[in-house]
Each structure stands twice: as C-alpha cells, then as structure tokens.
Antibody, heavy 114, light 107 residues
Framework: QVQLQESGPGVVKPPETLSLTCTVS????????WSWIRQSPGEGLEWIGY???????KYNPSLKNRVTISIDTSKNQFSLELNSVTAADTAIYYC????????WGQGALVTVSS | AIQMTQSPSSLSASVGDRVTITCRAS??????LAWYQQKPGKAPKLLIY???NLQSGVPSRFSGSGSGTDFTLTISSLQPEDFATYYC?????????FGQGTKLEIK
C-alpha cells in the first residue's frame, strides 16, 4: 500500500521560506507525477505544482515564481519550497501521487505568523 | 485558468436518496474530470477519474458522466458514510483546478 507523509515546520514567519518534504513508502518515486496541493478556508483546494520522476516541473503561475519542487529518488522523497510567504500562504499542504491524484498524504498544517 | 463551478454548494438528503452533483467548466475539457470525496480532517479521496471511470475500491453506487463542459456525480442510494464534501477537478489544462465543493449533509 502506497503511503505519503508530509513533514516540516508547522509555523513559518513572513517573509521566510516554507519548506516541506514528502516521504513515499510502499512505492517508488522513479515513476509517476508527484504533486503539492494546498487547502485553505478562503481559497479552497489549489494545485501548487508537480514534478515528474525525471525532474521536470510545472508550477502554478498564481504563485508568481515563489515555488520550487524537487525530487530525490534515492530517498524516495520530494520537496516543496515556497519563498516570501505571507499570511495568505497559511493552509494545509498535501503531497500526492499522479494526475489525478490517487494517493495523498494526511496533510500538514502550515501557519504563517510572526 | 479554467474555472470549475459546482452546484449546489450544499445539499441536504436522507439515507437511501439518489443525489446528483453538477460541475461545469468554463471551457471544454474533454473528459479530463475527476471527483473527490473529503471528510473533515482527511485528505480528499479519489472516486471517479476520466469523467466516468470508477476508482478501484469505490462502491458502485457512485457514478460519473459528462464531457466537454458539463459533468455530474451521482450517488444512487446514499449511505451514512457518504455524508461529506465533494469536489470536482479538471486535469485537462495546467494549472489544474478544483470546484469550490458541495457539502452533502444529513436531512
């Protein structure tokens, strides 16, 4: 059974960088697309971006070049960095497999606050 | 970005009822439409992909239809565990976008 688990700080100060890692177990990151999606009460579900196992990426233009997604297939992990955060980036962040996502992490609440 | 509009935003129904939720895309998306169920504190769960394909392990009372701009999710006979929020997702054109959700409540 494939499982995904997000990890990272629960609180980030503005305008620092939000960093999260998704660890995949029960499957390999050497195939499929791997995504980051967030959910906030005000904005609903928002697709942040995705990475293919070969390292190619696609980012949501709404995040104005603040996003970087990377993958480490040797560790079976992929990561999200979102820089220059504001309170509007407070959300539950999910990692997920493939398109449309079939497996999701449990979600990580990240609060942006000074 | 393609906008996805769900209706209704909320719905009250009883166990055993047949329920239909609609999702409309702001432009044609072929059949690149998925449906998710989300319960409080949990990640979304994939129910339907490619508009009408039932995800493995999902009960057959769930079905999806549509193509182009108009899509529906139907639950043929509501069960107590089906009360949740439902979202559509278009994966036709990036950025992929979700509907705003339909909250299904017990009448």
């Amino acid at each position: 059974q494939v499982q995904l688990q997000e990890s990272g700080p629960g609180v980030v100060k503005p305008p620092e960088t939000l960093s999260l890692t998704c660890t995949v177990s029960g499957g390999s990151t050497t195939s499929y697309y791997w995504s980051w999606i967030r959910q906030s009460p005000g904005e609903g579900l928002e697709w942040i971006g995705y990475i293919y196992y070969n390292g190619s990426t696609k980012y949501n233009p709404s995040l104005k070049n603040r996003v970087t997604i990377s993958i480490d297939t040797s560790k079976n992990q992929f990561s999200l960095e979102l820089n220059s955060v504001t309170a509007a980036d407070t959300a539950i962040y999910y990692c997920a497999r493939t398109i449309p996502p079939d497996y999701w992490g449990q979600g990580a609440l990240v609060t942006v606050s000074s | 970005a393609i906008q996805m509009t769900q209706s209704p935003s909320s719905l009250s129904a009883s166990v055993g009822d047949r329920v239909t939720i609609t999702c409309r895309a702001s432009q044609g998306i072929g059949n690149d439409l998925a449906w998710y169920q989300q319960k409080p504190g949990k990640a979304p769960k994939l129910l339907i992909y490619a508009a009408s394909n039932l995800q493995s392990g999902v009960p057959s009372r769930f079905s999806g239809s549509g193509s182009g701009t108009d899509f529906t999710l139907t639950i043929s006979s509501l069960q107590p565990e089906d009360f949740a929020t439902y979202y559509c997702l278009q994966d036709y054109n990036f950025p992929f976008t979700f509907g705003q959700g339909t909250k299904l409540e017990i009448k």
